[in-house]
């Protein structure tokens, strides 16, 4: 991450498309993470706070088209960066209808309890813009750093290959990877612990 001068006192993030200005000291605080902000200032609840220490990969959201844990990132260093919550991306992702419709035989489903699913989409819908065509052994090096409390493991793999098809579909045919506002897709890969 990129140093912030914090004296300067407005800050601007954008958010799935619409930029939100905020004044440190008055909106925010410099210490404030980026996923405190999302979630209480901006009312984006999708991305869970589990650990609060980077481990668990519930606070996963996309920057600028990599994925990162929103608790161990400061807003202030979010300012001017593209962020992309699950709020974000679109009912129709390949990737979010991949978790909902994941029950193959043998694997179990996607998502249990739900409370993992929106780090988890996140992570694989960067894993994906990076590597649009990954073998199992690489989507559970990409995930390992998002906790299952039910250990939905194994369908939450088969979810994100099952979506690979359908997002390499979708991104050649709407010329973009993570449908954020004009957000290039970046170095991508598990959320960073």
Do not use: W
Not at 30 to 51: I, N, S, W, Y
Not at 73 to 88: C, D, N, P
Not at 113 to 135: K, R, S
């Amino acid at each position: 991450m990129e140093t912030v001068d914090v004296s300067v006192a407005r800050i601007s993030i954008s958010v799935n498309g619409r930029e939100h200005g905020f004044v440190l000291g008055h909106d925010i605080a410099a210490t404030q993470t980026l996923a405190d902000v999302l979630r209480e200032r901006l009312g984006l609840t999708g991305l869970k706070v589990a650990c609060d220490e980077g481990a668990c990969g519930a606070c996963t959201v996309i920057m600028d088209g990599r994925a990162v844990l929103s608790c161990m990132v400061l807003a202030v260093e979010a300012a001017g960066h593209e962020v992309l919550t699950i709020e974000g991306l679109p009912d129709d992702d390949p990737v979010v209808k991949a978790f909902a419709c994941q029950c193959e035989p043998g694997h179990g489903t996607a998502l249990q309890c739900g409370f993992c699913t929106p780090g988890a989409v996140m992570t694989a819908a960067a894993f994906l813009n990076e590597n649009p065509d990954p073998t199992l052994d690489e989507v559970k090096e990409a995930l390992a750093g998002n906790l299952c409390r039910c250990g939905c493991y194994q369908g939450i793999a088969q979810a994100v290959l099952a979506a690979a098809p359908a997002r390499r579909d979708a991104a050649n045919r709407e010329g973009f990877a993570v449908p954020a506002a004009g957000a290039p897709a970046a170095e991508t890969g598990s959320a960073e612990t």
